[in-house]
Each structure stands twice: as C-alpha cells, then as structure tokens.
C-alpha cells in the first residue's frame, strides 16, 4: 500500500523517511538521531537513508531505505521505498502499481542499483548492487 504525501502531511512522518540528502542512526527500535557527518561510517550500525534507486532499464528514483553497517550486503530491501511524483507517494518494490506506474515491467526494473544521497564511509563509492538470486554468493 503506498505511503500519500497527504498522509505524511497529516499524520506525521513516519521514522523510516528522510528528506533528501538526509540520514540517520537508529538508536532504538523505534528512534533515531540525526547523522553528525559528510559519511555513513561502517560501525555496524543501522542507518535510515535518503538516496536513489536505480532501475536495471536506466530509470532513477528518489528513494528512502535502510543500510546495515555490519554486513557487505548493507542495504535491507525489505525498507526500499520509491517515491512517485505524479502521484505524490512512496511505494515498495514489491507493488505491482509502482511498475504500472513507471510503465516499466518488474524485470526491467530488478536488479537495481542504489546510492545513499550520503555517501557510505567505505572504499567503494558506488552505486552499488542490489543482492538478488543470480548474483548472490
């Protein structure tokens, strides 16, 4: 179910967003903390993120996720939001409407690429790969 701009605006903005350009520490199940830095150390923790998707078709979308610090896997694709300008709204990449949406069929978009708007402390400068079945280790 996606997530309406108008939702945010009238309910508050749930802790698993963040404006662009944005990041932040989870210190809690339920709480985070502003990001003090340019990086995203690799101290294992996890962090809430704005950044892009990048669809394997070459679309880019502004996205919100989470990163996991104390893996190489780092992003948690369950958290991948993709925000959908004409319609004002975030939707999982598991939806079906996002697809219709971006008029691109599901296997045109996956795998993707992703990149923090903040960039990982980290030697590789990205973007980097999603983990998906025929490339996982």
């Known amino acids: 179910m996606p997530i309406r701009l108008k939702d945010i605006e009238q309910y508050g903005v749930p ?5 662009k350009g944005t ?3 989870r210190v809690g199940p339920c709480s985070a903390s502003p990001l003090q830095g340019d990086k995203i150390p690799m101290d294992g923790r996890y962090y809430v993120c704005a950044g892009t998707i990048i669809f394997k078709n070459g679309i880019t979308c502004e996205a ?10 780092f992003l948690e694709r369950d ?8 319609e004002r709204a975030w939707y999982s990449t598991d939806e079906q409407e996002l697809y219709d949406l971006l008029q691109i069929k599901k296997e045109d978009a996956l795998p993707y690429k992703w990149l923090p708007d903040i960039p990982l402390d980290y030697q590789d400068i990205g973007p980097y790969q999603m ?4 490339n996982e280790a």
């Open 64 to 73: 919100n996720f989470e990163i996991n610090t104390h893996t190489f896997d």
């Open 131 to 134: 983990k998906w079945p025929n």
């Open 15 to 19: 802790i698993s967003f963040q404006s």
């Open 79 to 86: 958290t991948v939001k993709i925000y959908v300008d004409k």
């Open 23 to 25: 990041a932040q520490v």
